[in-house]
């Protein structure tokens, strides 16, 4: 069973940045992707930016697209969402998930009935 646990949520202030990690540790090699989603409370979960494991290739949903960025650390099998200029309206609790399966176009990983894994979540609120 593949263990996810994210870190690096937190308080900051609107136009600030954060960078959240996801330790992935296990077999990664059997990880085709990993991805970053985020929850409001009565809200579906929101899929942000996907990446190939080592591979490196990556996806973003439109709303954070040139805000986030999404990378891999394979030797330290850890992947990372680094947020900038953050707005209260990306107040969340923040998830990583894996997906281990055949090689797909990571536009077709949005949806979190994709992933098989998730961490526990991180909350990272925006707010003056």
């Known amino acids: 069973q593949l263990q996810l646990e994210e870190s690096g949520g937190g308080l900051v202030q609107p136009g600030g940045s954060l960078r959240l990690s996801c330790a992935a540790p296990g077999r990664t090699y059997a990880n085709y992707a990993m991805a970053w989603f985020r929850q409001v409370p009565g809200s579906e979960r929101e899929f942000l930016a996907a990446?190939?494991?080592?591979?490196?290739?990556?996806n973003y949903a439109d709303a954070v697209k040139g805000r986030f960025t999404i990378s891999e650390d394979s030797a330290q099998s850890t992947v990372y969402l680094q947020m900038d200029n953050l707005e209260p309206g990306d107040t969340a609790t923040y998830y990583c998930a894996a997906y281990r399966g055949l090689p797909v176009e990571l536009r077709t990983l949005e949806s979190p009935s994709k992933f098989q894994h998730w961490g526990p979540g991180t909350q990272v609120s925006v707010s003056s």
């Open positions: 990446v190939a494991w080592h591979v490196g290739t990556t």
